[in-house]
Structures are given as structure tokens and as C-alpha cells.
């Protein structure tokens, strides 16, 4: 009962910016890019990346081996 306050959870407007730059980010870590500096040219931080990443399960696109 009652009314629920806050933010609703998750932020669809930070998903399109990774879906939309996907293959780009991908491209350039596998290229040598950090996962930072990827978040930095996205102007987010690097554990929202880092989260998007594992939340996608592309853990194995970036990893390097």
C-alpha cells in the first residue's frame, strides 16, 4: 500500500548508449584500449561499464587472453 518513491530501477537511456556504441567499445579494447579509458571517452564511470559488460555476458568479447 502506499505510494513506492524513488527512481525506478535501471536507466534505459545509459543502455541505448552502450547498444548503440557496442561494437565500437569492443573494437577498441580488443585493440588495447582499457575498459577506463573506455568509460572515460563515454563519460561514465568505469564500473558502470564494467557492470553493463557482465550484465550483457560479453565478459569473453573484451577479455584479453
Do not use: W
Request: glycine share 6%; hydrophobic share 30%; with cysteine.
Amino acid at each position: 500500500a502506499g505510494v513506492r518513491l524513488g527512481r525506478p530501477p535501471g536507466s534505459s537511456a545509459k543502455k541505448r548508449q552502450f547498444d548503440e556504441n557496442y561494437a565500437e567499445i569492443i573494437k577498441k579494447i580488443k585493440e588495447g584500449m582499457t575498459v577506463a579509458e573506455a568509460a572515460a571517452e563515454l563519460k561514465i564511470h568505469r564500473n558502470t561499464l564494467y557492470r553493463y559488460l557482465k550484465s550483457a555476458c560479453i565478459r569473453s568479447d573484451y577479455e584479453k587472453k
